[in-house]
């Protein structure tokens, strides 16, 4: 059960697209179609905004997808927006009903 | 409202025990996994424990095998988390989780605090 590597921060300007990856293995990314993202803000729980590597949940804005390509799953905000600053999370099954997240990557809206 | 409270949390000598609560309210917490997470203040996110419909499969994060154990009783609409043998490192925010689908956690309560320190 070793946590998924994400970057530490990302950042970009209002408007622009950001996208962060979460590198896993052939026993949890790799392996499977859980994959799930969260938002973080501070002092709040977690909000998931993709399950099933590039679902939605409703409410969720359009400008969050996601994706998988072998062992790395990615997260990419489109029109970035002030609000959108936050921690995010990624997480993945990893087999015989356990599960693994990522380390967080905190986005940064300059 | 639909919504998840945890409760339970406190300040614990390491080798003690606690038992923590989550309420479900406006769902029917039957047709749910449940699952906890827990984060340490500043850190990130850590799976803990997962639990099926009725009770009959569990598993747990291998930090926490057979030191913690979940439960839940659908009928009183509560999930509960003993933690026995705590230790330093268990110190940390914990968070129940609704489960949509394999691992998607589309609700989550605000989280219980719990300190183990001596």
């Known amino acids: 059960q070793s946590a998924l590597t994400q970057p530490r921060s990302v950042s970009g300007s209002p408007g622009q697209s950001v996208t962060i990856s979460c590198t896993g293995s052939?026993?949890?990314?790799?392996?499977?179609?859980?994959v799930s993202w969260y938002q973080q803000r501070p002092g709040k729980a977690p909000k998931l905004i993709i399950y099933?590597?590039?679902e939605r949940p409703s409410g969720v804005p359009g400008r969050f997808s996601g994706s998988k390509s072998d062992n790395t799953a990615s997260l990419t905000v489109s029109g970035l927006q002030a609000e959108d600053e936050a921690d995010y999370y990624c997480c993945a099954y990893a087999g015989d009903f356990t599960w693994v997240f990522g380390g967080g990557t905190k986005l940064t809206v300059l | 409202e639909v919504q998840l409270e945890e409760s339970g949390g406190g300040l614990v000598q390491p080798g003690g025990s606690l038992r923590l609560s989550c309420a479900a309210s406006g769902f029917t917490l039957g047709d749910h996994w449940m699952f906890w997470v827990r984060q340490v203040p500043g850190k990130g996110l850590e799976w803990v424990s997962r639990?099926?419909?009725?009770?009959?499969?569990?598993t747990y994060a291998d930090s926490v095998r057979g030191r913690f154990t979940i439960s839940r009783d659908n009928a009183k609409k509560t999930v509960f988390l003993q933690m026995s043998s705590l230790r330093v490192e268990d110190t940390a925010v914990y968070y129940c989780?609704?489960?949509?689908?394999?691992?998607?956690?589309?609700?989550w309560g605000h989280g219980t605090l719990v300190i183990v320190s001596s």
């Open positions: 639990i099926d419909h009725y009770g009959s499969s569990t």
């Open positions: 099933h590597v590039t």
């Open positions: 052939s026993s949890d990314i790799g392996g499977y179609k859980f």
């Open positions: 989780a609704r489960d949509i689908n394999w691992g998607s956690l589309d609700l």
